[in-house]
């Protein structure tokens, strides 16, 4: 493939990384338990969306800015960490889900604001950047280094095999929130519980360091 290197290589590294939980995992299984398989996915679509936009960043060297600023990078990761928070808040003073059936909660769901909530997370974790920076090189030609193809088609590639995972993931894991739909005592305190469980992952996000 032009420019690109150990392709396999590159897929089933990926593939492996995908697996691995992390921010995003949390962030739509939190969706998915919370809210159903249709937020589960467009979570995942989200997410996906924003590795795209780090795929197009990286591959046309704007990413740098971020491994090269301090300042930048904190700014960015304290937006994203208080955004994080802030949905789980919102979450937890939502009211309007404390005793519902599937039916009601899929006909509440904004699945826009859902989805545009899993872009921003995504885009606004400065570690993201970092990690197509110092990964998809490593999978480049040195004489296509300054070609944004193979930069694209690595960052697609991830991001397909990614959002794959994160679709499966909300599938199944959506299950649990069909079982507990009619207990309820249970789902009263479900999209709390998911909420506590963003508000948790955006402080770990702000005390978290560049490594």
Same mark, same amino acid.
């Not at 998809?136 to 296509?144: A, E, G, R």
């Not at 999209?191 to 963003?198: D, F, P, T, V």
């Given at each position: ?25 949390? /962030?739509?299984? %939190?969706?998915s338990?919370?809210? !159903?398989?249709?937020? !589960?996915?467009?979570?995942? &679509?989200?997410?996906?969306t !924003? ?9 046309f060297?704007? %990413?740098?800015?971020?491994t ?23 979450? &937890? ?17 904004n ?11 995504n885009?606004l ?10 990964f ?8 296509? +280094?300054?070609?944004?193809l193979? /930069? ?5 590639? /991830? ?10 993931? #909300?599938?199944? %894991?959506?299950r &649990?929130?069909?079982?507990?739909? @009619? @207990?309820? +005592?249970?789902? %009263?305190?479900?999209? +709390?519980?998911? !909420? ?9 996000? #702000? ?5």
């Open positions: 493939m032009i420019g690109i290197v150990n392709y396999e290589t590159f897929l089933i590294t990926g593939i492996i990384l995908n697996l691995t939980p992390g921010n995003d995992t949390i /962030f739509i299984l %939190s969706r338990i919370a809210q !159903g398989k249709h937020a !589960g996915v467009m979570s995942a &679509l989200g997410i996906g !924003g590795s795209l936009i780090h795929t197009t960043l990286a591959a060297g704007l %990413s740098i800015i971020i090269k600023s301090m300042l930048l990078f904190s700014i960015i990761k304290y937006i994203g960490a208080a955004y994080l928070i802030y949905i789980g808040v919102r979450m &937890l003073v939502d009211k309007s889900r404390l005793n519902f059936n599937s039916t009601e909660v899929v006909a509440k769901t699945f826009k604001t859902i989805y545009r909530d899993a872009v921003f997370t885009i974790n400065p570690k993201v950047a970092l990690f197509f920076i110092a998809l090189p490593q999978f480049i030609d040195p004489n296509f +280094k300054e070609s944004v193979p /930069f694209l088609i690595l960052g697609i590639s /991830f991001t397909t095999t990614g959002t794959i995972w994160c679709l499966i993931l #909300a599938a199944y %894991s959506s &649990l929130f069909y079982k507990l739909r @009619n @207990n309820q +005592k249970i789902s %009263s305190y479900l999209n +709390k519980i998911c !909420g506590i469980a963003l508000v948790a992952l955006g402080i770990r996000v #702000a005390i978290s360091d560049r490594k």
